[in-house]
């Protein structure tokens, strides 16, 4: 045989079979990373052709549905979203033109179908049309309600969790945005000043004020810093690093304990608190409640923001000089979102367990089984049990006669702690210099419900802006 022919032959078998490798690992190997390659349309089209899975609230209520428009090779399906604004944060939205967000996006394989694809290949085989999963979250309607009409106007954020399994029970930021309106409104949504489209609950970073006063005691207590009777005095105001700190009623307390501090929110004693415990303890605690990492919560990373410390937008390593008696009063640079206080409260409210917080309750296939549960999970053991049933009988307090008392219900004992924070961009408020909190938990003797409130640009304080909303939210959800 010519030997040209011989190379060319042998060429040919070798372009093929490099051909058959790479057409095997795009398909078999690598074939999730193809379909969320950016340029590659394929999957966006083919998805129009799935009936997407339903979303449902806890009680059945649909939050999302695929609508089928056309037929045969002009065949496709759009989203849906009966109840509007209630849901857009944190379902988001699902359009072929603007891609997915929020728990649209976390969950998009269950909802196409893409985590049973045998099944999918059965039903082409058999002439059906592919149909996704359904997804029952764990969002409690009437709490959700209760949320929006308690924050009316204001922008700020509301979250509940379940302690003892971290489903979340209701989420709601202000201003919403309405996902049905995505496809005509996308730009205008987006350039909105009052950012529609940022989940407050996961992505605003706030300064938490005295609210993280119970991170600092939380340190405190359990890493034996101090006892539940021991006292600091603490006079109306103190230097911390040269700086004079006042109390914010500019009162001289005098020598008091722990429970007496967070009862009516004493800024001189937590100050000198943090500074007797040192940064190195107090970020050893901040990291067991979930500080300095986003949330495991199923949403997308790029969704949710990191609570911390932080300077120019990056956040502090515990390289970094810190003003740790002002770090323990919740100010020096600190920034929580919502979802992370929620969790703190939380964690006290389970004897010092975190749980891993999830909006998913259950999957359901076509045929309405259950396929898939939500199982708790055990994400951090943050402070001992002794430690949780002494910092919850001071939040009580806080309830019950401090600064706190507008979020007390009839008949049912509430733990919390208020916050009020100045807020660093003033102008963009209006003048209104403050970030409200509450947050909490209840029954404080058998927690059944924490939850987190803010508001942003107020001139009220926690205990008489923020408190009465988690207050009719816990009431809500305890009435259920």
Known sequence: ?????????????????????????????????????????????????????????????????????????????????????????????????????????????????????????????????????????????????????????????????????????????VPPFDPNTVPTDFSALNQDPGSPMLNRVTQGQYPPGSTFKLVTAAAALDSGAITLDETINSPATIDIQGNPLANSDNSDYGDIDVTTALTFSVNTYFAQLGEDIGSGTLEEYMTKFGFNAKPELDLPDGQMSVSGVFDDGELVTGDDPIDVGRLAIGQERLLATPVQMAEVAATIANDGKLMRPQIWSEVRDPDGR????????????????????????????????????????????????????????????????????????????????????????????????AAPIAAAVMQTLLDG
């Open 1 to 173: 045989m010519n030997s040209r022919i011989v190379k060319l032959f042998a060429f040919t078998v070798v372009m093929f079979a490099v051909l058959v490798g790479f057409t095997s690992y795009w398909t078999v190997f690598d074939s999730q990373n193809l379909k969320n390659e950016r340029v590659n349309k394929r999957p966006l089209f083919a998805a129009q052709k799935i009936e997407r899975g339903r979303i449902l609230a806890s009680d059945g209520t649909v939050i999302a549905r695929s609508i089928r428009k056309g037929s045969g090779a002009s065949l496709r399906y759009v989203r849906d979203y009966p109840e509007g604004s209630t849901y857009g944060h944190p379902i988001g939205y699902s359009f072929i033109e603007y891609g997915n967000s929020e728990f649209e996006a976390f969950h998009n394989s269950e909802l196409i179908g893409d985590d049973n694809e045998f099944s999918t290949i059965f039903d082409e085989l058999r002439g059906k049309d592919p149909v996704g999963n359904d997804i029952k979250t764990s969002i409690d309607p009437d709490a959700q309600a209760t949320a929006f009409s308690m924050l009316g106007d204001s922008p700020g954020a509301v979250v509940a969790i379940e302690p003892s399994t971290g489903a979340i029970k209701a989420m709601v930021s």
């Open 370 to 465: 259950t396929v898939k549960e939500m199982d708790p999970e055990v994400q951090s053991n943050v402070i001992s049990e002794e430690t949780a049933n002494q910092l919850t009988e001071a939040m009580s307090d806080v309830v019950n006669e401090g600064t706190g008392t507008a979020a007390a219900l009839s008949g049912i004992d509430v733990a919390g702690k208020t916050g009020t924070a100045e807020i660093p961009d003033v102008e963009r408020c209006d003048g209104l210099p403050n970030q409200a909190w509450f947050v909490g938990f209840a029954p404080a003797d058998d927690p059944q419900i924490a939850v987190a409130a803010t508001v942003e640009c107020t001139d009220g304080q926690g205990g008489t802006v």
